[in-house]
Nanobody
Framework: QEPLVESGGGVVQTGGSLNLTCIGWVAGQYDCLAWFRQAPGKEREGVADIAPAGIDLLTHYADFVKGRFTISKGSTFNTVYLQMNGLKPEDSGMYYC??????????????????WGKGTQVTVSS
């Protein structure tokens, strides 16, 4: 069993929408779940993260997706979604889900995440 499994990628036109799903089989009820992406020839970068904080859920977004993408939890604590609207060609890449114990690291610090999925491909055509 893979520690995290992503799905929902595909090919869409500019301005279109996709909803990615991640099931984190190794994620605990109070653990951080995050989405990252990586385009060919570029470094992996953080997109959004979410973690429980008391009765609330804390979320963070990269500046380049604010107002367009929404991260949310599913009906089970180990499921997380990434609703992507207003997609642009520069949003194309492999999207990965990751998890780490407890609250999410600051600034989407990749090295602090313990488990990663294999990714789902998102392609936005112009």
């Amino acid at each position: 069993q893979e520690p995290l499994v992503e799905s929902g990628g595909g090919v869409v036109q500019t301005g279109g929408s996709l909803n990615l799903t991640c099931i984190g089989w190794v994620a605990g009820q109070y653990d951080c779940l995050a989405w990252f992406r990586q385009a060919p020839g570029k470094e992996r970068e953080g997109v959004a993260d979410i973690a429980p904080a008391g009765i609330d859920l804390l979320t963070h977004y990269a500046d380049f997706v604010k107002g367009r993408f929404t991260i949310s939890k599913g009906s089970t604590f180990n499921t997380v979604y990434l609703q992507m609207n207003g997609l642009k060609p520069e949003d194309s890449g492999m999207y990965y889900c990751a998890t780490v114990r407890g609250l999410c690291p600051e600034h989407f610090s990749l090295t602090e995440y313990h488990y990663w999925g294999k990714g789902t491909q998102v392609t936005v055509s112009s």
